[in-house]
């Protein structure tokens, strides 16, 4: 099994900056893919950022510019540095992993992080 665990969220104002971490732990051979996806009240859970093992990155049109995806692969860790935050990035964001184990992938969860942005 592998385990995610975040932190980083809170509240904040708008124009303001927020840094979340995920480290992954438990038995793989590798990580393959390290993400950071949000769920606002009454969306879909939508793509945030994305690293792949080789240090490619994906963003969503709507945070291209204000958050950078970062990973520590020493130390099986991903983050999300989040500057001038708007109120629309309100939501609950979720660490997803995709590791490998004896060739197979395995895709994880984390439990999610608060973040706010708000007056």
């Known amino acids: 099994q592998v385990q995610l665990v975040e932190s980083g969220g809170g509240l904040v104002q708008p124009g303001g900056s927020l840094r979340l971490s995920c480290t992954a732990s438990g038995t793989f051979t590798s990580i393959n893919t390290l993400g950071w996806y949000r769920q606002a009240p009454g969306k879909q859970r939508e793509l945030v950022a994305a690293i792949i093992g080789g240090g490619s990155t994906n963003y969503a049109d709507s945070v291209k510019g204000r958050f950078t995806i970062s990973r520590d692969n020493a130390k099986n860790t991903v983050y999300l540095q989040m500057d001038s935050l708007k109120p629309e990035d309100t939501a609950v964001y979720y660490c997803?992993?995709?590791?490998?184990?004896?060739?197979?992938?395995?895709?994880?969860w984390g439990q999610g992080t608060q973040v706010t942005v708000s007056v």
């Open positions: 997803n992993a995709i590791v490998v184990r004896y060739g197979i992938s395995y895709n994880y």
